[in-house]
């Protein structure tokens, strides 16, 4: 079950898991989501081999979000795959004046598990091009999380393209420790939580 956010051509179904709350989903209301939606103060368009995907950027006083789209093509709606929050102190520079793709290059090496694919070990993987696993049905991805990790949402912009697997955008968000993050967040801004 989902959500639409946007008019006329331009859709984008949202699925449930982008409203839960942390650690199951992202925690974003319908209303913020269209917002950005809307309204973005950046955007960056990633396209690699037939793949669109597309990072929406809007900064407040005290935090910036990024929405990433999958952008499967006409007829079909874009579909709202990721929602993350990002507050200043996850890198030295102010998140408003970095480009979409540069905040969430800086947000998975932060909170990203390793994504092994292909042979390939990585935090953040864009626009590249790994060998597929034989037979190509078997588990594609896998994720490097520890032992004792209860929670992580996997973000993967992909497709098979036999022996290859072409990939636009991967990473894997430890939901756990970009939770205790955003708790922190909140008790800092207000001691009351």
Known sequence: MHERIGTGRNKADVPKLISCSCPKGY??????????????DQQHKILYKGLEVRLLQKSEAAYTDIVGLQVPGRPRN?????AIRSF?????RPLAT???LEL????????????????????????D???????IATKLFRCEAPAKQRHYHMNLFFKPAPPMVNIALAFCLDSDR????????LVTADPRH
């Open 88 to 92: 200043p102190d996850l890198c030295v």
């Open 78 to 82: 874009n579909r709202v795959v990721f």
């Open 104 to 127: 969430l290059r800086e947000f998975a090496e932060k909170f990203g598990l390793d994504i092994v694919v292909g042979g390939k070990k990585s935090r953040f993987i864009l626009c």
């Open 98 to 100: 970095l480009p979409p």
């Open 178 to 185: 970009y939770l205790a993050w955003i708790h922190s967040q």
């Open 27 to 40: 925690g974003f209301t319908i209303a913020r989501l269209r917002e950005i939606y809307r309204k973005p």
């Open 129 to 135: 091009e790994v060998p597929a696993p034989a037979p």
